[in-house]
Every structure is written in structure tokens, then in C-alpha cells.
């Protein structure tokens, strides 16, 4: 239901400018902070404005998959807990955690940041597990983006457990995780005929479609994802493309 | 025997040229384009697609056949055959004054009870009332009910009423039928009706349908 | 592409329903609706909703599936969902509901965009109002070839697939999700080539739909 303070935001989109006087382009101030969390492998604290999001890695020693039984293990897991938004429900994972989960997971995993096949080691036995799990903390718009950046920031953060005996010995390290690329997830949001880029939360409410590109170093796109209960323009793609492509540089060089 | 044209959703069925349009059509860039699976019909002032499927949607004064439901405090919940219950209000039952302290309106319409009754008004968030203060509505007594598809039931009245006029006189038989698709039967033919009313169900777009009933009702 | 198979009204208890196969991949949708939708608090009330479930029969792929819902059928229920969305005029039926159930009976890939057109042919046999078709298809890189319509072992092997879905009257685009690596030039190849692919879906579909229902007048 279109209410008056969302006509007031469609109109002022309209005219290229935002409530908070950013750029339609314009992200929020952008903070990206590392080994946030003693008791992960890896961990980072993504701010975007208002919203915050923390993502931690563990590492752990499981069964490979059967079809890839020399491969390593990437799993991405979201948590919209309750205490981060009045819309989020106490439950299972919802629909929308889901899917913010699987888009980063594909970012990842399609960009071959982590090299899997080095993860082995007993083919069809033991392999190392690599678990990302997204935790929002406050949800002020932007939630994708905000993820994939805190994932790969952690993913570049991470260490690798030291074994003794074939156990995992917490604490002690043998070296960092190798992080082959850093794949960055940027969503263009269609308000109108305009393109606006890092949403908040009130900004999202008039958002009719999404596309979210997961773009590598080389400018290669490994994931996407239409979002969104309104159609796309065959012309929308390429000029969203090209936008995500300009931005994700942008946010790469946060990554150091 | 010719058929009428079957068009799909999407379609560009003709332009509009001023015309008004049908539920079954809508209008992008001056251009008519069909909204569902059905028959084309198209007029000199008007463009409409009749959905060969579909679910009855009230609109205010078709003529309906519903089912009491539900004895509510000042009226009584009516299912219609529709994603939508219709409430008929006390004032729109009955005629004589109900002091609904001392009444229980059950003794006016109860649960399973039929009515012959009209869509008086359909809001926007589709708030249905029907009502049975007109010269036609009725409760109807005994007899059964058969289901069709609300599309079809134009077919099964005819032209000023020539179908149904037809079945009735060579069946001998009391047919009304709601435009919801609900189709109230009594009499002593009532499988004979059934069984024409299935077939018009299924040829319904055939032209010259009415003559083919009648004859196959004369042998 | 290989062959494309349809058969309408196969669920009779529901308002509409189709199977669709594209070679090994088999889908059945079945949609009922617009009904009252229960309980009360989730109905809107100026629109109808639509809801979509995906599912994989358990014996539809090699390696028993577990039954149930897992997270990539709560994924790919909502992605179907959205490509459809955009076609049905949702807001002639408010407080209603429209439910779309759809079951991959047997998996060869492509089972997302499959699953989308069986939904739409029995959305529009159920008679729901529609701007357009929705058509959909997979398409994808492999030994850096741009093939259409993935099996389920070019799937594992392609360096990159697009699932696409859109509106063939209307041109617009309802469903775009990728995986792997491509470049915007590749991209805006597969496009052009899913556009293409779907149009010819799109023939096949209409020509499905309209001889059922002239061969019910003849």
C-alpha cells in the first residue's frame, strides 16, 4: 500500500535527489572492520549507514559432498534475528534470509574466490567445511550488499585451524585462508525510470525491482538475481550492469 | 459448425478506436490486449473477452444462488460461490420489523437454506451484500444444485432467454440459474437437465447451439 | 533445445493445471484459486496474493531428496513467484489468494524455468487474469559455447547458466538469475539468445492452448 511518505521518497527520486541528500548512486558512509570475534576463524563488522551486519567464519572438518568428494565444503547461512527489525519473526529462516544467503553463497562460490579442491584432505573422507553465517544486527536497507561485503571480508580475514593427529586444535593457526578474488555484491534498485543504489530501510519500501550482480576483480559477473513483483526492461540490465561494475571497484578498495 | 475465435492472455486482439472495455480485455498504447483464455467478442462500442475458466467474481446485480452459511448477529453469511462470502443484513432478508434481542434469525434463513437472491453492493475491497427485495429473489425449496462454470451461464440462458426457455418446456422441469455458476434444478427431469446443461457446459462457444439442444430435447 | 511436451488439465480437482516436459525434465503445477485466504491477517486489502511452492519429488533426482522443504526450494518457490507476479492483475482479487503448487517430477536441469512454464499454462487455464505469458528457459556457457536449454549434466559442467523469464507481447523481463563467470558482452549474448529460445517456447505454448480448446468446439 502506497502511503504519502512513500510518494514524498518517489518524488524526490523522480527529481534525482534522496531524503538523506545523498546521490542516487551514493552509498552510505561504508565501514568495514576485521577480526571482530575472537572465537571465529574469521569475522568481519560491515556498517552501511545504519545497517549493520556481522559475518563469522568457521572452519570445521566434514564429509565431502558425494559428487565432489575432493572439494572442500562452502556453506552460507543467514540469521535475521528478531532483535534487528520489527519485521523480522522468530522461526525458521525465512524466505528473504534464504535467498540473501544463496546470492551470497553463489557471489562466492561462482567467483572461485575459495578454491575448494585445496580444502581436501581425505578424498571422500575429511574435508575442511568453510561456514559463513550472516547475522544482521540492525536493519536500515540494504541488507544484500551489506552481507556479501562483511562475507568476503571475513573470508580474506580467515585462518585456517591447526590439526594435531587429524584434530583440530582451536586457537592455534596454520595459515590464512587463500582467497583467490574478491567478488563484490552491488544491487540496483528501479524506482520509476531511475537506478538508486544502497537503499534504506524506508527508501526499500518503494522499491518495486532489484537486480543484484556479484561482480568479480577481472569485472567478470558471477552471480545475479532479479528481486522484485514488477518486470525489467530489456535496456534495464546492461545499464544496471554497468553501474554495479563502475560501484563495486569502489567498494573493493574498502577490502584493502 | 463455425466456431468463435479463442484468444490468449497477452494477445493484441484489435484497437481500441474509442470503445469501451469489457472485465476480459485492457488497453496499453491505444492497443487491446486479452487479459484470459476465452472467446473474443467484439462490437461496434464495445470489446470483451469471455474467460472459458475462472472463479465467480461478483459485481453489483448479477443474480445469484447462494447458500446460508452462517446466522450472525444482524444478518446472515452467504456463500456465493466465489473467493468472496456475501452478507445479507437483516433489513435486506426480511421485510417485517426483527427485534433482534427476542429473535433468533434462524427461523427466517438457516444454515443450508438456498436463496434466489441479487448482488445489491460490491465495495472495493470487495465487501459483497446481496439482497432479497426484489420482484425475482426467492428462498428456494428442495431441489438441487449443480455447479457450472460462471462463464458458461450467458450460454445456458440464451439470447432473451431462448436456452433456458427451451429446456425448461420440453423438460418440464424449474431451472433457475445464478450467475455465479450455481444452477438450482426441481422437478421430475432433473438428470435430464443435468445431463443438457453439461453439454452446453462443454460446446458452449458453438454456434447454433441453441437449435442442436432443442432438437436433441424433441427426440 | 529438445522437445517440449504439454498436457493441460492433468490435476481435474484443481482450477487449472499442466505438465510440462523439456527432454527428462518433468514438472506438474496445479493452481487453485482466487479463494478466500485464511487466516484473515494475511489478506490484503487491495490486492490478491499469489503464493508459489516449488518442490523436487524425492525419487525426481539420482540420489534420494529428502523430502520436505529445504532452502533451496524456499529459494526457488520465491524466485518463481516474482517471475510470475509481474503478469497476473493480482489486484482484481483483493483479500483473495491464488495458490500455485509445482512439483518437478523427474530432474534433467533446467527445473526452475520448467516449473515457470507449467505454472503460467495452468494459471491461464485456471482462467486468472493476465497481462501476458510468462515463458521461460535456461541458458548458458560451455567450453565457451552459448547453449540453450541445459540438461542436468551440461548443468554441472557449463562455466555459466541464465535463467530467464518474460513477457512475449509485453517485452519485459520477470526472471534473470546467473551463475558463473561471464563478461557483459556474454551476457548480453545470452539474452538475445534466451529471448530468442523463448519465443519458439512461446509458439509451441500457444499452439498447445488453442487446440485444446478449438478441439473442444469442433
Not at chain 1, 532489484?210 to 513483483?229: P, V
Request: net charge neutral; hydrophobic share 40%; proline share 4%.
Amino acid at each position: 500500500m502506497e502511503n504519502i511518505a512513500d510518494k514524498y521518497l518517489k518524488g524526490l527520486i523522480e527529481g534525482g535527489r534522496r531524503s538523506d541528500g545523498r546521490k542516487l548512486d551514493e552509498f552510505r558512509e561504508i565501514e568495514v572492520k576485521v577480526g571482530v570475534m575472537k572465537n571465529a576463524e574469521g569475522s568481519a563488522l560491515v556498517k552501511i549507514g545504519d545497517t549493520k551486519v556481522i559475518a563469522g567464519i568457521k572452519m570445521e572438518i566434514v564429509e565431502p559432498f558425494k559428487d565432489t568428494p575432493e572439494e572442500g565444503v562452502l556453506k552460507v547461512n543467514a540469521e535475521f534475528s528478531p532483535l534487528a527489525s520489527p519485521e523480522f519473526e522468530i522461526g525458521p529462516p525465512s524466505e528473504d534470509a534464504i535467498e540473501l544467503a544463496r546470492v551470497v553463497d553463489r557471489g562466492i562460490r561462482e567467483s572461485r574466490a575459495i578454491e575448494l579442491e585445496r580444502l581436501c584432505l581425505e578424498p571422500k573422507l575429511r574435508v575442511w567445511g568453510v561456514f559463513i553465517d550472516i547475522d544482521i544486527l540492525n536493519h536500515c536497507g540494504n541488507l544484500l550488499d551489506a552481507s556479501a561485503l562483511a562475507s568476503i571480508a571475513a573470508l580474506l580475514n580467515t585462518k585456517i585451524p591447526k590439526l594435531e593427529n587429524g584434530e583440530i586444535v582451536r586457537g592455534k593457526f596454520e595459515k590464512a585462508l587463500q582467497v583467490a578474488f574478491k567478488p563484490i555484491t552491488i544491487t540496483v534498485c528501479k524506482v520509476g525510470n531511475n537506478f538508486l543504489l544502497d537503499p534504506s530501510y524506508e527508501e526499500e519500501e518503494i522499491v518495486e525491482t532489484k537486480l543484484s550482480f556479484g561482480i568479480r576483480d577481472d569485472d567478470k559477473i558471477c552471480a545475479i538475481q532479479k528481486y522484485g513483483s514488477k518486470e525489467l526492461e530489456f535496456s534495464d540490465i546492461e545499464a544496471a550492469l554497468d553501474l554495479a561494475v563502475v560501484k563495486s571497484k569502489e567498494l573493493r578498495k574498502l577490502l584493502g | 459448425m463455425e466456431a468463435r475465435k479463442i484468444v490468449l492472455p497477452g494477445e493484441v486482439v484489435c484497437e481500441r478506436k474509442g470503445r469501451k472495455l469489457g472485465r476480459g480485455v485492457y488497453e496499453v498504447e491505444e492497443k487491446i490486449l486479452t487479459k484470459f483464455l476465452g472467446v473474443l467478442k467484439e462490437s461496434e462500442d464495445e470489446v470483451d473477452v469471455i474467460p472459458l475458466a475462472g472463479v465467480y467474481l461478483p459485481k453489483i446485480g448479477d443474480k445469484v444462488i447462494g447458500i446460508i452459511k452462517g446466522v450472525e448477529v444482524s444478518g446472515w453469511s452467504v456463500d456465493i460461490n466465489s473467493p468472496y462470502t456475501a452478507f445479507l443484513p437483516i433489513g435486506e432478508g426480511v421485510e417485517e420489523y426483527v427485534d433482534v434481542g427476542r429473535v433468533d434469525l434462524s427461523r427466517f434463513y438457516d444454515v443450508g437454506d438456498v436463496i434466489f437472491c441479487r448482488v445489491s453492493n460490491v465495495t472495493k475491497s470487495k465487501m459483497v451484500q446481496v439482497s432479497m427485495k426484489y420482484l425475482y429473489t426467492k428462498k428456494l425449496l428442495g431441489g438441487t444444485i449443480v455447479k457450472i462454470f460462471p462463464s458458461k451461464v450467458p450460454r445456458l440462458i440464451g439470447k432473451g432467454g431462448s436456452m433456458i426457455d427451451i429446456i425448461k418446456k420440453k423438460t418440464g422441469t424449474q431451472i433457475i440459474p445464478g450467475e455465479n455458476g450455481l444452477v438450482w434444478i426441481k422437478g421430475e427431469n432433473v438428470s435430464k437437465v443435468i445431463e443438457v446443461i453439461s453439454l452446453i457446459e462443454r460446446e458452449s462457444h458453438i454456434i447454433g447451439l441453441t437449435e442442436k439442444i432443442g432438437k436433441m430435447l424433441g427426440e | 533445445m529438445r522437445k517440449i511436451e504439454v498436457e493441460l488439465g492433468v490435476v481435474t480437482r484443481a482450477n487449472g493445471s499442466a505438465l510440462v516436459k523439456f527432454g527428462d525434465t518433468v514438472a506438474l503445477a496445479a493452481v487453485y484459486g482466487p479463494a478466500e485466504l485464511h487466516p484473515a491477517h494475511l489478506r490484503e486489502y487491495q490486492t490478491g496474493i499469489l503464493r508459489c511452492r516449488y518442490s523436487l519429488a524425492p525419487f525426481s533426482v539420482e540420489e534420494r531428496k529428502v523430502p520436505g522443504f529445504d532452502r533451496r526450494s524456499v529459494e526457488l518457490s520465491k524466485v518463481i513467484r516474482v517471475a510470475i507476479e509481474p503478469a497476473i492483475f493480482l489486484e482484481e482479487f483483493p483479500k483473495a489468494v491464488v495458490d500455485v503448487f509445482v512439483e518437478i517430477l523427474q530432474a534433467d536441469g533446467s527445473t526452475r524455468v520448467t516449473a515457470i512454464n507449467a505454472t503460467n499454462l495452468a494459471l491461464i487455464s485456471a482462467g486468472i487474469p493476465m497481462r501476458d505469458f510468462v515463458v521461460a528457459c535456461s541458458v548458458g556457457k560451455i567450453d565457451n559455447c552459448l547453449v540453450v536449454d541445459l540438461n542436468g549434466i551440461e548443468d554441472n559442467f557449463s562455466q555459466a547458466d541464465i535463467n530467464f523469464a518474460f513477457m512475449p507481447n509485453r517485452n519485459k523481463i520477470t526472471l534473470f538469475q546467473g551463475d558463473g563467470q561471464l563478461t557483459k558482452n556474454e551476457i548480453k549474448e545470452l539474452i538475445s539468445l534466451a529471448k530468442k529460445s523463448c519465443e519458439k517456447i512461446y509458439e509451441v505454448e500457444k499452439g498447445v492452448l488453442s487446440g485444446k480448446y478449438s478441439r473442444q468446439i469442433s
